[in-house]
């Protein structure tokens, strides 16, 4: 991260690769790419992948068989019945966060359903795809530096299926953020810091909330915050929590 500009704030963690997903990095990951390339006919496919990994399981079963009946080809046979496990021990799967922009925009689109999609859309505000957030090259540098001290190889980079794989680059949001963003007016946030909600009213002198009417959530979030959100929104909602039970009226 550069100090002196926190647009490139970004964390990065290692998650390792789960026990329960090491058996997909054989073939979960062939239908991931798939799928991020734009394959809407996934269920054949899924099923073909399916058949797949048990026949392979059915394969190792011989060749297990093999090596203890002595007609076993040695070493470099030895690879072919390795465990899900053994394959992915090599692997480091990782999880990289940052502070995009913050310039999304939900839109009700009406006829979406009769396009084939859905009525919610989501898009940035400057026209940019949100993949071309600047935060994802500052993530990218930080990545190549990693992969070269890891392995030692100048040339060895971090491959992600989403970015690397398919016919255009796709984005997931594991932590999403805003909606009903705080601000000190109306007119930048949708609540106050308390998560009261604005009654926009030209006419008064001071500012007026709808009563009893309270946000609590992610959503007051107003930007990313590049770290794992959760205690934020845990501390917010307790800070509202405290104000709730201020205002309420006297028993």
């Known amino acids: 991260m550069d100090g002196a500009d926190p647009s490139k704030f970004h964390t990065i963690e290692d998650n390792g690769v789960p026990r329960p997903l090491s058996g997909l ?5 062939p239908i991931l ?10 269920a054949a ?21 093999q090596k203890q009946q002595g007609t076993w080809g040695g070493e470099e046979d ?12 090599k692997i480091m799967c990782i999880a990289a966060m940052g502070r995009e922009a913050s310039v999304g925009q939900f839109v009700l689109d009406k006829d979406g359903h009769e396009r084939g999609g859905t009525q919610l859309r989501v898009g940035r505000t400057d026209g940019l795809g949100f993949h071309q957030d600047p935060i994802y090259d500052e993530i990218r540098r930080s990545l190549d530096r990693f992969a070269r001290t890891l392995t030692k190889d100048t040339t060895a980079r971090f491959l992600s299926p989403f970015f690397d794989f398919g016919k255009k680059p796709t984005v997931g949001a594991s932590h999403p953020l805003g909606g009903c963003p705080m601000g000190d ?67």
């Open 33 to 42: 790419q798939m799928l991020v390339g734009g394959n809407q006919s996934a």
């Open 25 to 29: 990095a054989g073939s979960g990951v």
């Open 78 to 89: 030895d690879r072919l019945i390795k465990s899900e496990d053994e394959l992915s021990a």
């Open 185 to 251: 007016s109306p007119d930048h946030g949708a609540v106050d810091a308390f998560g009261r909600v604005y009654r926009v009213d030209p006419s008064a002198s001071t500012q007026k909330y709808y009563p009893r009417l309270y946000v609590a959530d992610g959503s007051v979030i107003p930007t990313a915050l590049g770290v794992n959100p959760s205690l934020t929104i845990t501390a917010v909602a307790l800070r509202i929590a405290e104000k709730i039970v201020e205002e309420l009226p006297p028993v």
């Open 45 to 65: 496919p899924l099923i073909l992948r399916a058949f797949a990994a048990v026949r392979q399981n059915v394969e190792k079963l011989a060749q297990i068989l």
